[in-house]
């Protein structure tokens, strides 16, 4: 018996979504706390302003990523409503172009023929959305789970950084938040990059360097300003 194979395409949707989100609110809120703090704020205002971060970080990723997502499905919707008067127009003439694309794929005149009239008998709009426009099931959008995919790890990532903020006040506030966010980001990337079949070194150096860029740029900015005031 054949092993099968285990894809991980089904998971693209809610994984970018969840990613980008946690991903997000580790970077952003600990960038934030860290310049707010580098400015010598005191520490309820630097609590404050992590919190603040966080609702409104979560509330801009739900709504970016709805809005975005929406648009890629209202695309979506309207291809395959033009595939599907298409198909009403001239049935014949859209075989004839799916077999096409699977002789540009490798298949003999005939075999792609063959294989055009029975997918087409099967569904023809699924066999044209699939091999024609690329839209599959799998990989469709989903703007609702992408949104609160995207806000609720937004708000899991957040919270890590506030917390280490909150427990540690003080001279130790800054590198006690750079430091459990870079480790935050490292298990982020690599977690991510496991979930996707990715090499799991790779990502997580290259959030843990995109995190460390920002968080030293805020600091920079922070002290600059706070000295300046």
């Known amino acids: 018996m054949s092993q099968q194979e285990h894809h991980r395409a089904h998971r693209v949707g809610w994984l970018r ?3 980008l989100g946690a991903n997000d609110g580790i970077v952003s809120t600990a960038s934030l706390i860290i310049g707010v703090a580098a400015a010598s704020t005191s520490h309820s205002g630097v609590l404050l302003a992590g ?8 509330m801009s990723m739900a709504a970016g990523e709805y809005v975005s997502v929406s648009s890629q499905s209202d695309t979506e919707k309207a291809d395959l409503e ?3 008067k298409s198909l ?7 075989k004839v172009e799916l077999a096409e694309i699977y002789e540009g794929r490798g298949l003999d005149a005939d075999l792609a023929k063959q294989v055009a009239h029975q997918l087409m008998s099967h569904d023809a709009l699924g066999a044209h959305a699939r091999d024609e426009i690329g839209i599959s099931e799998t990989v469709s959008a989903r703007p609702v789970q992408a949104a609160f995919s995207s806000a609720g790890t937004f708000v899991i990532g957040a919270l890590l950084p506030l917390l280490v903020a909150w427990a540690l006040p003080g001279p130790r506030l800054i590198p006690a938040v750079a430091i459990s966010s870079l480790v935050f980001l490292a298990f982020l990337g690599g977690l991510a990059a496991r979930t996707g079949g990715a090499s799991i070194l790779v990502g997580a150096t290259r959030v843990t360097f995109w995190g460390a860029l920002a968080m030293a740029l805020t600091a920079a900015v922070g002290r600059l300003f706070g000295v300046v005031a």
């Open 17 to 19: 979504a969840a990613v």
């Open 51 to 58: 919190i603040a971060g966080l609702v409104a970080g979560s």
């Open 82 to 84: 033009l595939e599907r």
């Open 88 to 94: 009403e127009q001239d049935y014949p003439a859209e």
